[in-house]
């Protein structure tokens, strides 16, 4: 089955500096990884997404990289703003026409201070 | 407004009650989804259903039930076989392999 971890649980930064949120995966078959961002009491936002046969994808703000051969994938947030505080979690599953089962790590709090 | 709509909020069990989670959602998603999150740990999946009249069991399902009635709906019981109930439950939903949207969550909590 798929194994999905965050290598740090929580991550501070200062306002203004980028954030990079790490996270591996054991399962060489998937092909498919979300990032979500979960403020305290509400449900997971979908942040950006990235397929295996790509390296990176930017977004606004944030940036994903994927890196197959040792199973780790990154978030960058370029610019952390106060509003960028939240819980970060990345996902992935196996590409198919049905429903996905994704499988999540256990997240890493984002705190930006002033 | 497109969405997925949790109800209640907030909910209450008493020991060897059951209670049912609502999810509904507008956006014409075949494929629903509910997962259990405890605290400071990472989404488990409970059931999903990819077609009206059809849902599959997920990682958690011991002591949960849903039902698949209407492409829009998939409400879930919590049973009193559910022993640990104590929780944050998210509804999702997506196009069958696309991205999954999430509700906004339900606390539910034993009294």
């Known amino acids: 089955g798929e194994s999905v971890g965050l290598h740090l649980p929580t991550l501070s930064v200062q306002e203004g500096d980028n954030s990079i949120i790490n996270c591996a995966y054991s399962?060489?078959?998937?092909?498919?990884f979300i990032w979500y961002k979960q403020e305290s009491g509400k449900g997971p936002q979908f942040i950006i997404d990235?397929?295996?046969?790509?390296d990176k994808r930017q977004g606004q703000r944030v940036t994903v990289l994927l890196n197959k051969t040792v199973k780790h994938l990154s978030l960058q947030i370029a610019a952390t703003q106060p509003g960028d505080s939240a819980v970060y979690f990345c996902a992935g599953s196996i590409s198919s026409g049905s429903a996905r089962q994704l499988t999540f790590g256990s997240g890493t709090q984002l705190t930006v201070l002033p | 407004d497109g969405g997925i709509t949790q109800s209640p909020k907030y909910l209450f069990r008493k020991e060897g009650q059951n209670v049912t989670l609502s999810c509904e959602q507008n956006?014409?998603?075949?494929?629903m989804y509910w997962y259990r999150q405890d605290p400071g740990q990472g989404l488990r999946l409970i059931y999903y259903?990819?077609?009206?009249?059809?849902?599959q069991k997920g990682d958690i399902a011991e002591g949960y039930s849903v039902s698949r009635e209407k492409k829009e709906s998939f409400p879930l019981t919590v049973t009193s076989a559910q022993k640990n109930p104590t929780a944050f439950y998210l509804c999702?939903?997506?196009?069958?392999?696309?991205?999954?949207?999430f509700g906004e969550g339900s606390w539910l909590t034993v009294v």
């Open positions: 399962n060489s078959a998937s092909d498919y």
């Open positions: 990235i397929r295996s046969n790509m």
């Open positions: 259903s990819q077609i009206v009249n059809d849902f």
């Open positions: 956006l014409n998603h075949d494929a």
């Open positions: 999702a939903s997506s196009i069958l392999g696309n991205t999954i949207y």
